[in-house]
């Protein structure tokens, strides 16, 4: 910020080498939603016995998150076109 004292101006310069912090909670971040639904569909179109090869996380909630929703989505496609759009409407109404 900038104090002005006196006649002299007095700036106060915050190294921040990630950008500013952002305090909105990750599961509220529109972008965030995204590339955890990606995953959730990159899990979805692999063999599951490789489901927890192709994501990572390191926050073991966040990795069950993926994995269960890669498993929905698994699962909803083999059960034809109407059930999967009935699971993406679930995932595009949390959005």
Not at 33 to 56: N, P
Request: aromatic fraction near 8%.
């Amino acid at each position: 910020g900038v104090v002005k004292s006196g006649s002299l101006l007095t700036a106060k310069v915050c190294r921040r080498p990630f950008g500013r912090p952002n305090k909105i909670p990750a599961g509220e971040r529109g972008w965030v939603y995204l590339e955890r639904f990606c995953s959730m569909v990159k899990i979805a179109m692999v063999d599951e016995s490789q489901a927890e090869k192709v994501v990572y996380s390191n926050a073991p909630c966040v990795l069950d998150e993926l994995l269960k929703g890669g498993h929905c989505l698994r699962q909803a496609a083999k059960g034809g076109v109407g059930s999967l759009q009935q699971a993406l409407a679930v995932f595009f109404q949390e959005l």
